[in-house]
């Protein structure tokens, strides 16, 4: 495959096997070290979020929390952040009360789900969201909330931060890429903030995000990282 040098003030064209994909490579015209993508992005702000949930399940299940932080330019801002409990239809689960900490009082006067996704949607702007497990999981509450309540969407790009972990640490089977495998792996200090609360989850994601950002000398727009979309409410 042939790609065009990422440099703007570069027009070499650049050939190499797919399977370079995520491989960091150099331009021999412009001397640029970039990672191997097929698609370069120009935008450098993103979010990164937690949803608490009722349950496992998009369509079933809703969410009960949002914490969210943005992180632009390379860098976490910390002081510009969000956060919401939601309103379920059905009640939280004994077992998802005592995992997350969230119990039915904390939300018995909060907005329903979607009303707090056009909130986040407005205060998210165009930014790319990106969350742990975000393909699986999060992306697919994002869109299954707007689907249900039928609120006209946009597509919004997405980033699991499990791919950012699995470019620094490795695909190899048996490698752990789940937010205590990252957390534990880069020797960052858990906060007196509760795991398993979006909050709580947020600190220690920001902070991960932060770090293998920079050991992988991303670029602000985080190029080279697999993206996939996910949906948005129009506000
Ligand atoms: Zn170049």
Known sequence: MKIQCPSPTCDQSISGPKSALGQRVRCSRCDRS??????????????IYDLETTGLSPQNDEFIQIAAVKFNSGCLCPTDSFFSFARPRRRISSFIESYTGIENRDVTDSPRPEQVLCDF??????????????????????????????LPSREVDAIDSIGISKM????????????????NRLRLQETTLRRHDARGDVDI???AIQVMHQRLELDNAFNGVPRHTTRLPIV
Request: glycine share 10%.
């Open 168 to 183: 620094l640490f490795g695909k190899t089977r048996g490698t752990g890429h789940s937010l205590d495998h990252v957390k």
């Open 121 to 150: 949607a407005a205060w998210s702007d165009d930014a790319t969201l990106i969350a742990h497990n975000a393909k699986r999981f999060d992306s697919k509450f994002l869109e299954a909330t707007c689907q249900r309540h039928g």
């Open 34 to 47: 970039f990672i191997w993508a097929d698609r370069f992005y120009s935008g450098e702000s993103f979010i």
């Open 205 to 207: 994601l920001g902070r």
